[in-house]
């Protein structure tokens, strides 16, 4: 059985940074691939930095370049997004996902985690 377990949001002015993790069991070869995505109140879920479980080829939604880093842990089976430089439109809650294509559509990807609430005060 897959689990995905987010961790790590929170409030933080604007300026802030925050790191989130998701701890990932149960995924085998078949899901080699980690995003994250994010939904705020009122708008459609989207897409925000990908990366394989092994680490390689990250992958960033134009919003966020230059201020979020997507990792991965292999043996911890954890992905983190470490996030600087936080903005009022960063405010959502935020999603962890493994999935079997390198893209970044929701559809991509096969299982999810419960999400974790990503606060900016401005």
């Known amino acids: 059985q897959v689990q995905l377990v987010e961790s790590g949001g929170g409030l933080v002015q604007a300026g802030g940074s925050l790191r989130l993790s998701c701890a990932a069991s149960?995924?085998?070869?078949?899901?080699?691939?980690m995003g994250w995505f994010r939904q705020a109140p009122g708008k459609e879920r989207e897409f925000v930095a990908r990366?394989?479980?092994?680490?390689?080829?990250?992958y960033y939604a134009d919003s966020v370049k230059g201020r979020f880093t997507i990792s991965a842990a292999n043996a911890k089976n954890t992905v983190y997004l470490q996030m600087n430089s936080l903005q009022s439109r960063d405010t959502a809650v935020y999603y962890c996902?493994?999935?079997?294509?390198?893209?970044?559509?929701?559809?991509?990807?096969?299982?999810w985690g419960q999400g974790t609430q990503v606060t900016v005060s401005s």
């Open positions: 990366i394989t479980r092994s680490g390689e080829n990250p």
């Open positions: 996902a493994a999935g079997r294509v390198f893209g970044a559509l929701g559809s991509n990807y096969n299982y």
């Open positions: 149960g995924l085998t070869f078949s899901t080699p691939v």
